[in-house]
């Protein structure tokens, strides 16, 4: 098995290189500014600071602010995006091998750009085999401002946060372990969440100080985003609850920031995730810390500490539930600069203090190789060690590979 996944890896290197060519701008902001997706991204998707003022700007770079656009172009307005992937999972002393090929995901980004003299406006819209529609961004956004300082606001779907450094997408495509794990017993966690909502923030460029604040529409029973209607909870029908969240990051130079993130909101009652039993209503609070410092240009060390705390944690209503926490260390490379990036992550969490034998560790190696002309290979393997309980192994170990080719025009 291990021969064929090198081989699988080998083959996808290889064609990678017979279909590269001359680096050239080719998704619809490219195309728009005629530049170079590296104006923007150090290794895709991660930003850089020019990157990240240019989506809170509006898809426009902050001196463009307040001025007329150019003629329309429907290609500065749309862009597609199809990903291919291959998958091996194993848990070690257990005949449960996996190894499947498979389309991934379809994604199309229709109405995305800067218009008039101060909005713009996101679809991202994906589509899985077997799967609806996902709406992961469907939000329009105003700015007013200088280029030294603008507020913005933005109304819509849109994802849990627009981060920076450690806070931005990671170089591969497994995410830190706190950010995508459900705690005990509520169906929350802290991405995925492309919910409906309404969002201010204010962006200082001479201070490199960000700040935004946003109501939601919060999650469903089943840890599903709310895009739309009353949302109304199971046992208070007449309530129409609502989440918020506040993002605050500060640059220490332009390669370089910390990050804040505050999350309150309630997990409706009703089916518990375990699907052993009647999840009562959750007030809960998520609290995140992200930095990131270039240390040399070629190499940047990042980390995240995340902290919950729920209302399931009293244990007159649910003893088995407590406070969470998790964190995690990486050490990000970049030995030809813009073009390979190699990442390595060590995760900890603990869903439950209150739960003994519980924590996942995680140890996670990643390969990034944008082509920067919408051709993209990303490799990841992630080791990963749970604790269990009374009755089972002391541990699950479990072995992941996945490969993803990625192209978007």
């Keep these: 098995m291990i021969k064929r996944i090198i081989g699988l890896l080998t083959f996808a290197a290889a064609l990678l290189l017979v279909c590269s060519m001359e680096s050239q701008a080719m998704t619809n902001f490219a195309r728009k500014y005629g ?25 426009r770079l902050p001196d463009d602010i307040g001025k007329a656009e150019k003629p329309f172009n429907l290609g500065d307005f749309f862009a597609a995006r199809f990903q291919e992937q291959y998958k091996f999972t194993k848990t070690n002393g257990q005949d449960n091998a996996s ?31 077997g799967k609806d529609i996902e709406i992961e961004n469907a939000y329009v956004r105003g700015v007013y401002g200088s280029q030294n300082c603008w507020s913005q606001g933005r109304i819509g779907v849109m ?48 201070s490199g100080t960000s700040f935004s604040a946003a109501v939601l529409n919060g999650v469903t029973e089943e840890g599903e985003p709310a895009q739309g209607g009353n949302l109304s909870k199971s046992g208070k029908p007449a309530r129409n609850d609502k989440d918020v969240r506040v993002f605050v990051n500060q640059f220490v130079n332009d390669d370089s920031s910390v990050s804040l993130f505050y999350y309150h909101g309630a997990a409706p009652a009703g089916a518990d995730l375990s699907g052993t039993g009647t999840l009562t209503r959750d007030n809960f609070d998520r609290f995140a810390i992200y930095a990131n410092y270039f240390v040399i240009p070629q190499v940047n060390l ?14 007159t209503i649910n003893p088995s539930a407590g406070h969470n926490q998790g964190f995690f260390g990486e050490v990000d490379l970049h030995p030809l600069k813009d073009n390979l990036g190699i990442a390595l992550r060590y995760d900890y969490l603990d869903p439950s203090t209150k739960v003994n034998r519980d924590t996942v560790q995680a140890g996670t190696f990643s390969v990034n190789w944008p082509l920067n002309n919408g051709l993209q290979f990303i490799a990841d393997y992630q080791y990963k060690v749970t604790q269990q309980g009374a009755g089972l192994p002391d541990h699950k170990f479990d072995n992941t590979v996945q490969a993803r080719m990625i192209f978007i025009y």
């Design 302 to 315: 990042l980390a995240g500490y995340e902290f919950g705390n729920d209302s399931l944690s009293d244990p």
């Design 159 to 206: 994802h849990a946060w627009e981060g920076f450094g450690a806070s931005d997408r990671p170089i591969g495509t497994i995410r830190p372990l706190f950010q995508t794990t459900y705690m005990k017993n509520t169906p929350f966690k802290i991405w995925s969440l492309d919910e409906s909502g309404i969002e201010v923030g204010y962006h200082c460029a001479k």
């Design 35 to 59: 530049a170079d997706c590296n104006m923007c991204h150090t290794i895709v998707p991660k930003l850089t600071r020019i990157g990240y003022e240019f989506r809170l700007a509006g898809f």
């Design 99 to 129: 190894s499947q090929l498979e389309f991934f995901e379809f994604t199309m980004y229709p109405l995305s750009g800067s218009w008039g003299k101060y909005f713009a406006s996101l679809g991202e819209f994906s589509l899985e085999p």
